[in-house]
């Protein structure tokens, strides 16, 4: 059974380890800027500070839809944002290219959650770069989500994979398994599921999401 408080704990657990890099680069930009008076160099402090603002932003309003509540679970979200946000994602610090297959206009968000948290598993799962394509339909009765992504070396921790089949206790969790736990939790509530398939160049990533 889950520990809706634990999971909460390890989920706060890695949006705060997620955040460090971004807000700690901008730390010692601040740090840089302060000591520096060469022109040039004050120059490429801000270039510094502005990718970290930018890195910061970009993954706060991804994980604010990916891990939080967002203002509830009974609107729709555009499209149109998802893919901006896992665009901007994907093209920070890595070359993935990132493919889309759309037909739906919007989303409800136990959807987001899911297309989100895969989405990232994707992208990470990529460190040598690659392709990441997202498939997106609505077959009339439920929300059909594919994800995959493609690669010279696939990264895929294994406990993940578990997590995602139920497979993981929840004193076991941690803050790398516990997103791949509330994917599952999220489809197991619209009555859908999530499937996953891993090979040396590719990863799949598979969900159906029945309609309220």
């Known amino acids: 059974m889950s520990d809706p408080v634990q999971l909460a704990n390890l989920m706060c657990s890695r949006l705060c380890h997620d955040l460090l890099s971004p807000v700690g680069g ?27 603002a930018r890195r910061t932003a970009t993954k706060l309003r991804f994980f604010r839809l990916a891990f939080g509540a967002a203002g509830g679970f009974d609107a729709q979200l555009p499209i149109t944002d998802l893919t901006e946000l896992v665009d901007a994602l994907a093209a920070e610090g890595r070359d993935i290219e990132v493919q889309w ?34 498939a997106v339909e609505d077959s009339g009765t439920a929300h059909e989500i594919a994800i995959r992504s493609e690669g010279m070396r696939i990264a895929f921790d294994a406990e993940v994979g578990k997590a995602l089949d139920g497979d993981v206790a929840m004193d076991e969790l941690n803050a ?15 009555g859908g599921g ?19």
């Open 194 to 212: 999530v499937q996953h398939a891993k090979s040396d160049n590719a990863l799949v990533l598979g969900a159906i999401l029945p309609h309220a």
């Open 176 to 190: 790398h398994t516990a997103p791949a736990e509330l994917v599952r939790l999220v489809a197991a509530d619209c």
């Open 26 to 52: 901008m730390s010692n930009g601040i740090e840089l800027l302060a000591d520096e008076t060469d022109p040039a160099m004050r120059e490429q402090c801000i270039d510094l500070l502005a990718q970290g």
């Open 101 to 134: 297959t759309i037909g739906v206009e919007g989303l409800p968000k136990a959807a987001v959650k899911v297309l989100l948290n895969f989405a990232l598993l994707a992208i990470e799962s990529l460190p040598r770069g690659g392709t990441v394509t997202i």
